[in-house]
């Protein structure tokens, strides 16, 4: 616990930072900026322009009330002193050579959750837009309206919609199976 209050990153992370390919270093945005672009490959951070929002984030940051909506959640978190003393980072000048390096990491993105998709019967049958089954396609789990967006709604926790998920996969193959 103590470890968690010191000003330093948690051990999983660190050896992420050493390790990963992803994570990038450098002490000013145009050298980040450079770095990033050598890792896509291409050309997709402006330097200037990565300079800028990052000139933007530090006036909020030490701004007395800040505009930015993600500054001001921060402050508020910081105020229950459980969150301020090991969980919420204090909000802090990014270009500050006393923060440290400034980091960039690369994100894969994925879908987590599609909240429904294709609109199905009771059976498992994609519907066309007319509403009518479309022959030999069945939908079921998240793309049929079981991931988040369905019987759970949109703030389901993970997990939870597991059993929709396997329910309508059931529902589907036997109807396939059925059809076939």
Not at 88 to 107: M, N, Q, S
Request: net charge positive.
């Amino acid at each position: 616990m103590i470890s968690r209050a010191l000003p330093r990153a948690v051990k999983p992370v660190e050896q992420f930072g050493r390790r990963g390919a992803d994570f990038l270093f450098a002490d000013s945005a145009r050298a980040l900026a450079d770095k990033m672009n050598l890792l896509a490959g291409r050309p997709e951070v402006d330097p200037p322009a990565l300079e800028r929002e990052l000139r933007d984030h530090d006036e909020q940051a030490s701004a007395a009330v800040p505009s930015d909506p993600q500054i001001a959640a921060v402050r508020d978190a910081r105020r229950y002193i459980g969150d301020r003393l090991i969980r919420v980072a204090r909000p802090h000048r990014f270009t500050d050579p006393k923060t440290g390096p400034l980091v960039a990491i690369r994100l894969w993105i994925l879908t987590r959750k599609t909240l429904g998709g294709l609109e199905t019967d009771l059976d498992g049958r994609v519907l066309m837009s007319s509403g009518a089954p479309l022959r030999g396609l069945y939908a079921a789990g998240e793309v049929s309206g079981f991931g988040g967006g369905g019987v759970h709604g949109y703030r389901a926790l993970e997990g939870t919609f597991l059993g929709g998920c396997i329910l309508s996969g059931r529902v589907a193959g036997r109807t396939a199976a059925r059809d076939a």
